[in-house]
């Protein structure tokens, strides 16, 4: 019976542990939202955020910094002498740091590219989108 409660105990706590991020990002999201209907109230808009691609940019980095230390702190598992034998020593444990790594890159390259599309888009905005019939003067 102790066994029982024991296990239930751990299990409710991991569960807990790892709830309580997504209660966090879920409370922020109801401010966000509350604050969008105080300022529809009053009749204004929330501004809209314009992301230049860098942000991804870095983040995509950062990750691909994380996944290939893993993946280079991981790589001597395979040549340890009890492992099993894979080539060149890339066992299944290597994927806690491929994954990062080629998620950081995928980041990088959609950075770039929106990055890109930006450029374009802001060039088509330097036409004067206001004809000059409706110009007053």
């Known amino acids: ?9 751990i299990g409710f706590s991991v569960a807990l542990i790892f709830s309580i991020p997504f209660a966090f990002f879920a409370f922020m999201r109801y401010l966000r939202y509350k604050e969008t209907i105080a300022l529809a109230e009053r009749g204004l808009l929330r501004p ?3 992301s230049n691609g860098r942000q991804t940019t870095k983040w995509g980095f ?7 230390a893993f993946t280079c702190g991981l790589w001597p598992l395979g040549f340890m002498p009890d492992a099993p034998q894979f080539p060149l020593g890339f066992g299944p ?10 998620f950081g890159i995928a980041l990088i390259c959609i950075g770039e ?25």
């Open 1 to 9: 019976m102790s066994d029982a409660i024991e296990a239930i105990s």
């Open 93 to 102: 444990w290597m994927l806690i740091g491929l994954l990062p790594l080629f």
């Open 48 to 50: 809209q955020r314009r």
């Open 113 to 137: 590219l929106s990055r890109e599309d930006e450029l374009a888009q802001d060039a088509i905005e330097d036409i004067d989108p206001i004809p000059p019939h409706k110009m007053g003067g």
């Open 62 to 68: 950062v990750i691909s910094a994380f996944g290939l």
